[in-house]
């Protein structure tokens, strides 16, 4: 199971990565408008230091053409670096290029995924990861973890190292739903993971083990006990 940010600000990427075990960082067009006008290149570097190479890291391409798509793709790997995942929506041309991506031995994760049989010709064109819009599946009346769950028999079925990374998500139940049928990683952004805490049962939990201890101990912490 993978869990990644779906955001390209700076603080909140170093922020959560401290708190969460984070397996990646994945951005789009719309993410990066939200960080205005910033330099590109240089602004995923930065992403890069802060989560290492251990960490995934995806970019996606703007062009609708295929040599435009191509070209966005080879301008990312060389002046990002070469191990990044080049996102690539799910449309006739961005299936052709996923195809020519991955017989040159790039990393691809194919986006914009509505419907299962973009996710099927997403996995048999070898694609690293398949990013199915679960919010937006939902909003256009499709059953996103129905969905989800075909392709994760699809996935068993043909033997494929394609893994499914769920996005587009409104909610911690939403996110919950798509790992429990299938999805083998999640990237939201962090309005989600901070929802995860916001329960006001966690801290009260929190304040009762610490009022319990201190009704016996009173002020001094397990570190300080003689």
Known sequence: MEFMLDTANLAAIEQFMAVVPVAGVTSNPSIIKSEGKIDFFEHMKQIRKLIGMECSLHAQVVSQTYEGMLADAHA?????????????????????????????????????IYTKFQGYLAIAAKADYIAPYFNRMENLNSD???????????????????KILAASFKNVKQV??????????????????SQAFADPSIQKAVDDFTSDWQAVYGETTISTLN
């Open 144 to 162: 996103a973890a129905e969905a989800i769950e075909e392709m994760s028999r699809e996935i068993r079925r043909s033997n494929s190292q394609t």
């Open 76 to 112: 990312i790997l060389s002046q990002i670096d070469d191990q990044v995942y080049i996102k690539v929506p799910v449309s006739a041309v961005g299936l052709q290029v996923i195809k020519a991506l991955k017989k040159q031995g790039v990393n691809v994760t194919a986006t914009a």
């Open 176 to 193: 919950n739903t798509a790992l429990e049928c299938g999805a083998h990683s999640a990237t939201m952004g962090v309005n989600i993971i």
